[in-house]
């Protein structure tokens, strides 16, 4: 039971380039999320997916899409990575009427120069 | 707008210190507040609190809601250099299951 797992853990892109964050878990949550943080600023939710097949945007989606591949796998896109976009992001999942809190992923830093 | 607003952002205490960290929310649809601990990497749980008044507790730590004021606290007592880290604070919804988190507080303990 690996829990939830985030390839790659660095990456290092130039600005304008994309890449694809891919995110799985193994303990059959249905909600899944991506998030970022910055210094100073905590998480900040990006996207979510409730369920397979639906997703939703949280509170900073610009310059991301996301992809509910099935249930297993949450994977967030930056199409024209952006310094801004500079940051370590976290995936997270969880299971709706549960009392269970959120499991995250080990986390991927990206640098965009 | 849904909020999480943490106190203070940061605190430095020397060992054996008692600390008290704050977190007030605004949400719709609350269903529970959560604590987290992140050191380096992924944050790790702490507490879920759905009730008023009752005290959570582990070891050092304790936490407690008060859900007519909307706000929670979380003590740690006699603290260690290993309790440095940011506590985050999160609160989860029956708005599909999403969570809102607050900025965190950044917590150094001294030797």
């Known amino acids: 039971n690996a829990g939830v797992t985030q390839t790659p853990k660095f990456q290092v892109l130039k600005t304008g380039q994309s890449m694809t964050l891919q995110c799985a878990q193994d303990m059959n949550h249905n909600s899944m999320y991506w998030y970022r943080q910055d210094p100073g600023m905590g998480l900040r939710l990006i996207y979510y997916?409730?369920?397979?097949?639906?997703?939703d945007k949280g509170e900073v989606p610009n310059g991301y899409n996301v992809s509910r591949l099935n249930k297993r796998e949450f994977s967030l896109r930056l199409e024209s990575a952006a310094p801004s976009q500079t940051s370590v992001y976290f995936c997270?999942?969880?299971?709706?009427?549960?009392?269970?809190?959120?499991?995250f992923g080990p986390g991927t830093r990206l640098l965009v120069l | 707008e849904d909020k999480v607003v943490q106190s203070p952002l940061s605190l430095v205490v020397h060992e054996g210190d008692t600390v008290t960290l704050n977190c007030s929310y605004e949400v719709t649809n609350f269903r529970s507040l959560l604590w987290y601990k992140q050191e380096k990497k992924a944050p790790t749980f702490l507490f879920m609190l759905?009730?008023?008044?009752i005290e959570k507790k582990s070891g050092r730590l304790s936490s407690i809601l008060d859900k007519k004021e909307l706000f929670s606290i979380l003590n740690i007592t006699a603290t260690q250099t290993g309790d440095s880290a940011v506590y985050l604070c999160a609160v989860d919804t029956y708005n599909f299951n999403k969570f809102y988190f607050g900025s965190g507080t950044k917590l150094n303990v001294k030797p």
């Open positions: 997916s409730a369920s397979e097949g639906t997703t």
């Open positions: 997270a999942s969880s299971e709706i009427g549960a009392e269970e809190t959120q499991y």
């Open positions: 759905t009730s008023s008044g």
